[in-house]
C-alpha cells in the first residue's frame, strides 16, 4: 500500500451493525433475532444484485423494506413490529472502536468518505444519529450512478470527485464481494473481517484483512511515500513479555526512544512517528517487539533475529 489520499468505508456492517435494529427489538422477537436480522442482511443484499442485473432499479430504502417483509413472513415476525424495526434501521449503531479510530484518522488529515449502496438521507442520518457527520469530507451514495456495488460506476465517484488515482484509495468493507469488487477495480482493499468469516473466491486477494478497525491506524500511519513501513530506531534485541488486562489500552513506542519500553513516554513529539494503540481484548500474555523492525506491530515477529 502507497501513496493513500483517501481512506473510504463501506457503510453497512463495516462501520454501522447491520444487526442492532433486530438486537435492539430481541425481547420482543425472541432468540430467533439473530437468525431473523442475517436472513433480513442476505435478502437486502440479494435484491440489490437481483435488480441491478435486471435494470429495474429500486433505492436502498425500498430494497430494505422489501427484503423485510419477506423476511418477517420467513420468522414469522409480529406485522406490528415494522415500523419500529425500520424506524431502527435508520440510526443503526456503529461498531465500538469506530468513533474513536475515525477521530484519529481525521486529525491526520486523511480524506475520509463513505461509500454506499445507501441513499443521501439515509447516509445523512445514519451519521448525524451517531454524532459522526463532522469526520467526513464526502457521503458517495449509488444513487449517483443508478446501480449498486459491485459494478464499477460505483467505485468510480470518490476517484472522479478527488481526481486521484485507484490506487490512492484504501477501501475498507466487512462484505467480502465487495472488498473484490473495490480491489478488482484498482482500490486497495482492506477486508473488516469482524466474524471470522471465509473469503470468496473472486479473483481478488485483499491487502490486508484486519478484525475490526483499530488495527487500520496502524496500517496507514506506518507506511510512507515509497509504499515501506516506516521503523523506529532499535530498542532492545528480544520480545517483551507483558500481562496485559483485558479493556485497557496500551501504547506501545514506534520509534524507539522511549525509556519506557515498550510503551510510549511521549519521545516521538516532533517526528513522524506515533504510538500504537492496542486495546486488549482478553487478560492474558502478549510479547511486544523492542528493536522496532516487526512487521506486526506492536507485536514481536522475530525480526530481531534478523541481521
Sequence with gaps: MKNIKAIIFDAYGTLFDVNSAAEKCKDKI?????????????????????????????????????????????????????NELLDLYKILSPFEEVPEVLKLLKEKNFKLAILSNGTPSLLNELVKSNNLDNLFDDLFSIEEVGIYKPDSKVYDMPVKKYNIEKDEVAFLSANTWDVSG?????YNSIWVNRNNNIFDNLDYKPQNEIKNLKKLI???????????MTKGQRAGN???????????????????????????????KG??????????????KKFFCSCKQTDNQPFCDGSHNKK
Excluded at 473495490?182 to 484498482?186: I, K, R
Excluded at 496502524?218 to 511515500?225: Q, S, T
Aim: with cysteine; net charge positive.
Design 30 to 82: 425472541g432468540d430467533k433475532w439473530e437468525g431473523f436480522a442475517n436472513y433480513w442482511r442476505t435478502t437486502q443484499l440479494e435484491y440489490t444484485w437481483l435488480r441491478s442485473l435486471m435494470k429495474r432499479h429500486k433505492d436502498f430504502w425500498q430494497v430494505t423494506e422489501d427484503s423485510l417483509d419477506k423476511s418477517m413472513k420467513a420468522y414469522k415476525i409480529d406485522s406490528s413490529m415494522r
Design 182 to 186: 473495490g480491489g478488482n477495480y484498482g
Design 218 to 228: 496502524d496500517i496507514i500511519y506506518f507506511f510512507n511515500r515509497k509504499g515501506k
Design 238 to 268: 528480544s520480545a517483551i513479555a507483558v500481562e496485559v488486562e483485558k479493556g485497557k489500552s496500551y501504547y506501545w513506542c514506534a520509534c524507539g526512544k522511549s525509556k519506557n519500553q515498550p510503551f510510549c513516554d511521549g519521545s516521538h
Design 271 to 284: 517526528t513522524e512517528f506515533n504510538s500504537v494503540v492496542y486495546k486488549a481484548e482478553e487478560t492474558t
